[in-house]
């Protein structure tokens, strides 16, 4: 049986700092049930605006904000092709982070320790 290392303690440094409250930024943006459904959209490849809003059932104001907070956190990028806009994810990482906290919600689930909202 392999032997557990762990990794030497250290202090929380100022890069440290600013990774902190990036992920905040991207936490925030997966805060809401509508992004995290259009992340997961988005992570089976790039889709025209007007198909998420279809996908979605929102208005097109209402994705125009959520696609601003994404963008914003960096985690989803737009291209326009003549007049569609596209939107896909800005780096494939996003859609494994989405899947490892699901990962993570399942387990819970299956020990009986669901989250109460």
Same mark, same amino acid.
């Given at each position: 049986?392999?032997?557990?290392? !762990?990794? #030497?303690?250290? !202090? #929380?440094?100022?890069?440290? $700092?600013?990774?902190?409250?990036?992920? %905040? &930024?991207?936490? !925030?943006?997966?805060?809401?049930?509508?992004?995290?459904?259009?992340?997961?959209?988005?992570?089976?490849? !790039? +889709?025209?605006?007007? @198909?998420? &809003? @279809?996908?979605?059932? %929102?208005?097109?104001? =209402?994705?125009? &904000?959520?696609?601003?907070?994404?963008?914003?956190?960096? %985690? %989803?990028?737009? $291209?326009?092709?003549?007049? +569609?806009?596209?939107?896909?994810?800005?780096? #494939? $990482?996003?859609?494994?982070?989405? $899947?490892?906290?699901?990962?993570?919600?399942?387990?819970?689930?299956?020990?009986?320790? =669901?989250?109460?909202?």
């Amino acid at each position: 049986m392999a032997a557990i290392t !762990k990794s #030497p303690k250290r !202090k #929380p440094d100022d890069s440290d $700092e600013h990774l902190y409250h990036m992920q %905040v &930024q991207i936490c !925030k943006a997966f805060a809401n049930a509508t992004r995290l459904k259009m992340l997961d959209l988005l992570g089976g490849g !790039k +889709r025209s605006v007007a @198909e998420l &809003q @279809e996908r979605l059932g %929102v208005t097109a104001a =209402n994705l125009s &904000q959520h696609l601003g907070i994404l963008r914003a956190a960096g %985690v %989803v990028r737009t $291209e326009r092709t003549g007049r +569609r806009l596209f939107c896909s994810l800005a780096m #494939p $990482e996003v859609k494994s982070a989405c $899947e490892l906290l699901r990962d993570v919600l399942r387990a819970r689930q299956r020990k009986g320790r =669901n989250l109460t909202i």
